[in-house]
């Protein structure tokens, strides 16, 4: 089941990616993207860990509704205090003995899952376009001597970052094949993985030699 749910999500944030793409929507795309790399290192660390995967992820929806908690206490929303509370106590019950709230680690995740190359997409996409951060913002504070140089990045990120969503999707789709042991759709997807490598070689702009 949970590898069914998150390859919805994933299949979601592909669609959603590929229609702000084509808006030429950068920023939006690549939160939908940043989205899509934490699914797709979901479903790696199912995969690979399987009963410890759902107790990760009941640790961490323990741990979120800590935080919001903590948040409505401070806004004296007291009504929500004590749904939070009843949420957490229900959750918590259902965790082993030992078993504390925690919030998910992608880089451990992506490890353990086997995949990560998914977890420098999402170190990359989290420091530089996802989110509001000083590089995010400063890069785009230039002059006309730099506008050249800032569009050829740009055109090469909008090249990059549609491979990153090819490469997460396509990796989703092959551990979710094998989780629900269709062996069919294991073959296209691999045979799939295999031609975005040849693909991306072909690309201007993001072969070895420039």
Known sequence: MFSIMLYKRLWSNQRGYTALWKMNLHVEANIVLRSAVETAICLAANEKLREEFVLLMSRDAAATIQGQIKVHRGEEAYDLVREGEATLRFLQARLPEGAKPA??????????????????????????????????????????????????????????????????????????????????????AIALTDRLATLSMSWPGVGPND
């Open 103 to 188: 919030t998910l680690r992608w880089r451990e995740l992506a490890e353990r899952g086997g995949v990560p190359q998914l977890y420098s997409f999402h170190k990359m996409l989290s420091s530089v376009s996802s989110h509001v951060t000083g590089l995010s913002i400063l890069r785009g504070v230039t002059n006309p001597r730099m506008d050249a140089g800032q569009r050829e990045i740009s055109k090469l990120e909008r090249k990059m970052h549609l491979m990153m969503m090819a490469s997460a999707m396509l990796q989703g789709a092959r551990l979710h094949s094998v989780m629900i042991e269709a062996y069919a759709e294991l073959e296209i």
